[in-house]
């Protein structure tokens, strides 16, 4: 992947060797040897190099950018000796599906070995005595450090509970994405982000992690990809299936969900599992926080029924503006923060509500029933629903075959055949591959 | 006492006049560098400079490693 040659450089056989048809752009970066340098004229170079530790630092280089940029393929060779006016002083090749990330990954190494690469260049003047010459700005140090991050805040946390704690994002919407700047920010050292949907145009006025060039693109991927490049000292993991979330570990949840029936299983979720969970949802002008410790009070104390969504307005349908969403998804985070930095936060004991049309406060007290099931930890979980009896739209798939039926992906929709049987089985398969989609029970024959 | 072999490139090979020797010190890095410095007229200070121990990068507060090879990296210019 990364070679040194005495020899000139041929870029069309490189090229050559990186073809791929799973690639939909190759990205190619010459250095050249140019005429001049800080008002000299240069007649030629000379490129000193330090084999051992050069080979092993370039191979570590072409790694990371492999790794960073989802690279199918990555090559590099630097110049030794000595060279002529225009010629090829480093050839970077770079292969992605995208060509967004093959654009970075080639200034990615090009920025990484001017930095860290033991080479020395030697300019050769017309009229001037050779010197050895190097960038001003980069002799400093090699790279800069976790301590100079976290410098502006380190005095207000404890950075080692943060860089340790595992902290699972449900949710990479309106309240994940200023929720997810802020944990990433801070140095929250794993993050994983579940979230099932693609961005979409009408998201982009209020989810400040996306961007127009990202419509269409799976949200916990997209947002993964951002948060780790605001700060690459942490690990970030970005989650579009559907997964048994009881598979991972964490020690903490973020619920940044928008609808009740998600938000009533993960909170029944986190009480089976024993995990601490900072719920926040907004409505218009107004928001709401709490933090869950699963045996200290939780929503079933107050009712056991889980609320229907049918009741409550939804920011896609009813409108909200990003001030209001992003206010409470950083103040979220500054209780996710204040939680894995001190054990404490200031939603145990009360849920917080603002509503920003009048800046009013309120804090109410959380109510812990005696005997309460489920903080006990003894949790039914309700299996995610497949079947409605009405009240959503129809697809009528009788005259249509399973497969063409897949290759829709529906959404939004519930399936009907004759007898709810066939559209089940396709609900259910539809579901597992991310779809908002489910069955009407009991087919036409119910209606 | 350590024995190590120094190498030097660029502007340190030019000054000392050689691309390698051996010798014995004890100390740090940085220490070792300052006493080559005298030695040889160096005009890169201490701050200006990174130390490769046995292939890798290392730091210049760190003891001599015995028997190791020592690199000074005067600042680089690759690409």
Redesign the interface.
């Known amino acids: 992947m990364f070679s040194l040659s005495t020899t000139p450089i041929s870029s069309e056989l490189l090229t050559e060797s990186l073809q791929n048809e799973k690639a939909g752009a190759i990205v190619v970066f010459h ?1 050249w040897v140019r005429d001049h340098n800080e008002g000299k004229k240069v007649k030629s170079l000379e ?2 190099i ?1 084999k ?3 080979l ?2 370039g191979k570590r280089i072409l790694e990371e950018a492999k790794k960073k940029f989802n690279l199918h393929g990555i090559m590099a060779v ?1 110049r030794e000796g000595h060279l002529a006016l225009g010629e090829i ?2 050839w970077i090749g770079a292969t992605s599906s995208h060509r967004d990330d093959a654009f970075k990954a080639t200034r990615y190494v ?1 920025d990484e ?10 300019e050769h003047y017309l009229h001037e005595k050779p010197e ?4 001003k700005d ?3 140090h ?1 790279h800069f450090s976790e301590k100079e991050f976290y410098s502006k805040q380190s005095a207000l946390v404890n950075q080692d509970k943060l860089k340790n704690a595992k902290v699972l994002v449900v949710g990479a919407g309106g309240l994940g994405c200023p929720v997810l700047l802020s944990l990433a920010g801070a140095g929250v050292g794993h993050i994983t982000i579940v979230d099932h949907d693609v961005v979409s145009l009408s998201n982009l006025h209020r989810q400040s992690l996306y961007s127009v060039n990202l419509v269409g693109e799976k949200k916990a991927i997209a947002s993964s990809k951002k948060i780790q490049e605001l700060n690459p000292f942490i690990h970030v993991e970005g989650i579009s299936e559907r997964v048994k979330l009881e598979h991972l570990q964490h020690d903490l949840m973020i619920d940044c969900t928008d609808n009740l029936e998600t938000k009533y299983f993960l909170h029944d979720l986190c009480h089976k599992l024993r995990l601490p969970l900072i719920s926040s949802s907004v409505y218009q002008n107004e928001g709401q926080i709490r933090t869950f410790i699963p045996g200290e009070g939780c929503l079933r104390c107050q009712s056991e029924v889980t609320p229907d969504d049918s009741l409550l307005g939804n920011c896609n349908d009813f409108g909200v503006i990003g001030a209001v969403t992003n206010t409470l998804g950083s103040l979220q985070a500054s209780e996710a923060i204040k939680f894995l930095s001190t054990g404490e936060n200031s939603t145990t004991t009360h849920t917080f509500y603002l509503n920003v049309a009048d800046l009013s406060i309120m804090k109410v007290k959380n109510f812990k029933k005696e005997g309460c099931k489920t903080c006990a930890g003894e949790v039914q979980l309700e299996e995610h629903k497949v079947e409605v009896s009405g009240g959503m739209e129809i697809l009528d798939i009788r005259n249509l075959t399973d497969e063409e039926v897949m290759a829709l992906k529906p959404h939004n929709v519930a399936l009907c055949c004759h007898r709810g049987i066939r559209s089940k089985k396709l609900a259910m398969k539809l579901q597992e591959e991310g779809h908002e989609v489910y069955s009407l029970k009991g087919g036409v024959s119910s209606l | 006492m350590s024995t190590i072999n120094v190498h030097y490139f660029a502007s340190l090979r030019e000054a000392s006049g050689l691309s390698h020797e051996e010798m014995s010190f004890e100390g740090t890095y940085k220490e070792l560098y300052l006493s080559l410095v005298q030695k040889y007229h160096f005009n890169l200070p201490p701050e200006m400079i990174m130390v490769a121990v046995d292939d890798e990068f290392s730091s210049m507060d760190e003891v001599i490693k015995p028997q190791g090879k020592v690199v000074f990296i005067p600042p680089v210019a690759g690409g």
């Open positions: 250095g490129y000193q330090y051992e530790l050069a092993k630092e630097h002083a480093i090009i070995i001017k930095y860290r690469l033991p080479v020395w260049k030697k050895w010459v190097f960038c980069h002799h400093h090699v």
